[in-house]
Protein backbone atom coordinates (compact mmCIF):
# COMPACT_ATOMS: atom_id res chain seq x y z
CA UNK A 1 0.00 0.00 0.00
CA UNK A 2 1.60 3.25 -0.75
CA UNK A 3 0.19 6.39 0.33
CA UNK A 4 0.83 10.16 -0.95
CA UNK A 5 0.76 13.21 1.54
CA UNK A 6 0.08 16.62 -0.70
CA UNK A 7 -1.36 19.98 0.39
CA UNK A 8 1.88 21.45 2.35
CA UNK A 9 3.26 24.83 1.80
CA UNK A 10 4.29 27.78 3.30
CA UNK A 11 1.02 29.80 5.05
CA UNK A 12 1.03 32.81 7.31
CA UNK A 13 0.05 32.41 11.29
CA UNK A 14 -3.87 32.13 11.24
CA UNK A 15 -3.97 30.55 8.21
CA UNK A 16 -5.51 27.53 6.88
CA UNK A 17 -4.18 24.38 4.59
CA UNK A 18 -5.92 21.33 3.33
CA UNK A 19 -3.92 18.05 3.31
CA UNK A 20 -4.84 15.36 1.07
CA UNK A 21 -3.64 11.62 0.95
CA UNK A 22 -4.30 9.36 -1.77
CA UNK A 23 -3.55 6.04 -2.07
CA UNK A 24 -3.88 4.46 -5.46
CA UNK A 25 -3.70 0.97 -4.18
CA UNK A 26 -5.78 0.91 -1.43
CA UNK A 27 -9.76 0.95 -1.46
CA UNK A 28 -11.21 3.08 1.08
CA UNK A 29 -13.94 1.34 3.25
CA UNK A 30 -11.24 -1.16 4.40
CA UNK A 31 -8.76 0.62 5.59
CA UNK A 32 -7.75 3.75 8.75
CA UNK A 33 -6.52 6.40 7.59
CA UNK A 34 -4.69 8.71 9.69
CA UNK A 35 -2.67 11.53 9.74
CA UNK A 36 0.43 12.64 11.80
CA UNK A 37 3.06 14.76 11.96
CA UNK A 38 7.13 15.33 12.57
CA UNK A 39 9.10 18.15 13.90
CA UNK A 40 12.40 17.63 15.33
CA UNK A 41 11.27 19.48 18.82
CA UNK A 42 8.49 16.89 19.37
CA UNK A 43 8.78 13.93 17.56
CA UNK A 44 6.11 12.24 15.91
CA UNK A 45 2.52 13.37 17.17
CA UNK A 46 -1.00 11.61 16.20
CA UNK A 47 -3.20 14.28 14.74
CA UNK A 48 -6.12 12.24 14.02
CA UNK A 49 -7.74 8.83 12.53
CA UNK A 50 -10.91 8.01 10.13
CA UNK A 51 -12.16 4.48 9.25
CA UNK A 52 -13.46 4.30 5.84
CA UNK A 53 -15.65 1.61 6.62
CA UNK A 54 -17.89 3.59 8.69
CA UNK A 55 -16.51 7.16 9.09
CA UNK A 56 -15.98 7.10 12.62
CA UNK A 57 -13.25 9.60 13.42
CA UNK A 58 -10.69 9.88 16.23
CA UNK A 59 -8.19 12.94 17.13
CA UNK A 60 -5.54 13.36 19.90
CA UNK A 61 -6.63 15.23 22.41
CA UNK A 62 -4.43 18.35 21.93
CA UNK A 63 -5.21 18.38 18.02
CA UNK A 64 -8.77 18.62 18.81
CA UNK A 65 -11.03 21.62 17.71
CA UNK A 66 -8.52 23.23 14.91
CA UNK A 67 -7.76 19.73 12.38
CA UNK A 68 -10.71 18.36 10.75
CA UNK A 69 -10.12 14.99 9.21
CA UNK A 70 -12.84 13.93 5.98
CA UNK A 71 -12.66 11.72 3.22
CA UNK A 72 -14.21 11.23 0.18
CA UNK A 73 -14.85 7.95 -1.11
CA UNK A 74 -15.14 8.68 -4.59
CA UNK A 75 -11.99 10.04 -4.91
CA UNK A 76 -10.30 7.82 -2.52
CA UNK A 77 -8.84 10.63 -0.76
CA UNK A 78 -8.60 11.65 2.77
CA UNK A 79 -8.67 15.15 3.93
CA UNK A 80 -6.77 16.82 6.75
CA UNK A 81 -8.18 20.60 7.32
CA UNK A 82 -6.02 22.71 9.48
CA UNK A 83 -7.08 26.03 10.59
CA UNK A 84 -6.25 28.85 13.22
CA UNK A 85 -2.29 27.79 12.20
CA UNK A 86 0.59 28.91 14.87
CA UNK A 87 4.50 28.35 14.04
CA UNK A 88 3.98 25.48 16.35
CA UNK A 89 2.54 23.48 13.62
CA UNK A 90 5.52 23.71 11.53
CA UNK A 91 6.26 20.08 10.52
CA UNK A 92 6.28 17.41 7.86
CA UNK A 93 2.67 15.69 7.52
CA UNK A 94 2.03 12.14 6.79
CA UNK A 95 -0.45 10.02 6.12
CA UNK A 96 -0.62 6.07 6.98
CA UNK A 97 -3.14 3.46 7.18
CA UNK A 98 -3.91 0.53 8.72
CA UNK A 99 -6.28 -2.42 7.76
CA UNK A 100 -9.62 -2.13 9.67
CA UNK A 101 -10.88 0.89 12.27
CA UNK A 102 -8.61 3.10 14.14
CA UNK A 103 -8.20 1.02 17.52
CA UNK A 104 -4.85 1.87 18.61
CA UNK A 105 -4.03 4.63 15.64
CA UNK A 106 -1.84 7.01 17.63
CA UNK A 107 0.42 4.06 18.67
CA UNK A 108 1.42 3.74 14.84
CA UNK A 109 -0.22 2.33 11.93
CA UNK A 110 1.18 -0.23 9.16
CA UNK A 111 1.93 1.86 5.92
CA UNK A 112 3.08 5.19 5.50
CA UNK A 113 3.43 7.46 2.73
CA UNK A 114 5.99 10.21 2.25
CA UNK A 115 5.26 13.76 4.22
CA UNK A 116 4.53 16.81 3.10
CA UNK A 117 6.00 20.05 4.83
CA UNK A 118 4.21 22.71 6.47
CA UNK A 119 6.10 25.66 7.44
CA UNK A 120 3.70 28.63 9.41
CA UNK A 121 5.84 31.43 9.37
CA UNK A 122 4.98 35.38 8.69
Known amino acids: VQLQASGGGSVQPGGSLRLSCTSPGLTLGYYAIGWFREAPETGREGISC????????AYADSMKGRFTISMTKAKNTVYLEMNSLTPDDTAVYYC????????????????WGKGTLVTVSS
Open 96 to 111: ASSYGACYGWSRGMDY
Open 50 to 57: ISSSDNRT
